[in-house]
């Protein structure tokens, strides 16, 4: 099975291994860019659209 990911495609054992992945190591920065790139894109600048809390 191939999931696209940004600037590529992810083999299975290649998600499995992104999302067990500590915080950190390259494979699970580059499943966040590639979901904040592609499906959840509106979800990357919404810190910057959000106002502080009090």
Do not use: H, Q
């Not at 495609?9 to 499995?16: G, I, K, N, P, V």
């Not at 810190?47 to 502080?52: G, L, S, V, Y």
Request: hydrophobic content about 40%; proline content about 9%; some cysteine.
């Amino acid at each position: 099975m191939k999931v696209i990911g940004a600037g590529g495609s992810w083999t299975s054992a290649e998600l499995d291994g992104a999302f067990a992945a500590p915080a950190g190591d390259e494979r699970r920065e580059r499943l966040v860019s590639a979901l904040l790139t592609g499906p959840m894109r509106s979800y990357a600048g919404m810190n910057a659209r959000c106002p502080a809390p009090p």
